[in-house]
């Protein structure tokens, strides 16, 4: 392990103006490296070189046909990728931009089908993180990104967690610190006339059901789930441990002295909860009681990852 771990740890810079110039050179070439945002960190690509974007579905080993997030650098980049933007999304942006809000919207025929899974849809977001706006402003390019872990795995938070996981891989880890938020975004599908949350985060649905209301719009109350956001697999997120779910009050299911608390200080649990299953099973534990946040407001984003990192392999 030292030795990977020490030849990746030269490849961790700091996310000073140094380490941005090499991350912006580094993808300008066509390489691949670990982006710090306010969410997880990304694996991040230049979106328009399709060499490279190929490269980061197979260090994550990741299916081909589930898509990648684009990041842009501000709300009018948007328009350089996407058609047909509803005024409802730009209500959703405008609020949420920077921020943990990813949209799905209609993609240009620039955007290449190797980052959207061969769909005419581009999801895209403005990440609310100084070092991933710098580089992606220098860049001059959209740069698409997933989570830089291997696919199905626990998300990184840290630049030390994305070393550890893609280890000689990629060409650099920026280290950005810690994750502010610690969840992936809410994707919100903005091509039907009533927006739908295909995946919840800290830009929770009342947030959006709010921000909707003026305008006399509401949300999509049945999510449909697998075909409409392609990756959205049942077992996702996850441990080498198991994990007991369980409504506070609710007995403990399993006779197992280890117990993950999830149910209050719920942004602090979100910030925590990767480091907290990485942690769990760097110390080997086999079984978790996990007590679950009540489902409202950031809950559902915890409540959502939880039941997949659970969910029978
Ligand atoms: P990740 O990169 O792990 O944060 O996951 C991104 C997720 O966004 C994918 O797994 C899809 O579920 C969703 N997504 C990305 N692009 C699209 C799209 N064009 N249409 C629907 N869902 C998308
Ligand atoms: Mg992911």
Not at 155 to 173: C, F, K, N, W, Y
Not at 192 to 204: H, S, V
Not at 226 to 255: N, Q, T
Request: glycine share 8%; charged share 20%.
């Amino acid at each position: 392990m030292s030795r990977i771990v020490s030849r990746i740890g030269r490849r961790i810079v700091v996310a000073d103006e140094r380490g941005i110039a090499q991350a912006v050179e580094v993808l300008r070439r066509g390489g691949i490296i670990g982006l710090p945002t306010e969410t997880v960190y990304g694996l991040a690509a230049d979106a328009t070189n399709d060499a490279a974007v190929r490269r980061v579905f197979a260090v994550k080993g990741r299916p081909t046909s589930h898509p990648l997030i684009v990041h842009v650098a501000d709300a009018s980049q948007l328009d350089t990728i996407a058609v047909d933007v509803s005024d409802t999304c730009r209500v959703l942006t405008a609020h949420a931009w920077p921020g943990p809000l990813t949209v799905i919207v209609p993609a240009n025929n620039t955007v290449s089908r190797a980052v959207t899974g061969g769909r005419d849809t581009v999801a895209v977001r403005v990440p609310a993180h100084p070092a991933a706006l710098a580089i992606i402003a220098q860049l001059g390019k959209p740069v698409a990104a997933p989570s830089a872990n291997r696919f199905g795995q626990v998300s990184p938070t840290t630049a030390r967690h994305v070393a550890d996981d893609l280890g000689a891989d990629i060409e650099l880890v920026v280290d950005g610190g810690e994750c502010e938020v610690g969840v992936e975004s809410t994707i919100v599908d903005c091509t039907t006339p009533q927006p739908e949350i295909l995946r919840p985060g800290a830009i929770t649905a009342e947030d959006i059901a709010a921000l909707l209301d003026p305008h006399g719009v509401t949300l999509a109350s049945e999510p449909t789930g697998e075909s409409r956001a392609p990756g959205m697999l049942a077992r996702h997120y996850a441990p080498a441990a198991r994990l007991h779910l369980v409504e506070v009050g609710a007995p403990l299911p399993h006779a197992s002295a280890a117990v993950l608390d999830c149910s209050h200080d719920l942004a602090l649990v979100a910030r925590t909860l990767y480091a907290s299953l990485r942690d769990l099973d760097r110390r080997g534990v086999h079984d978790v009681n996990v007590l679950l946040p009540p489902p409202r407001g950031l809950g559902h984003a915890i409540r959502d990852r939880l039941h997949k990192a659970a969910s029978p392999r």
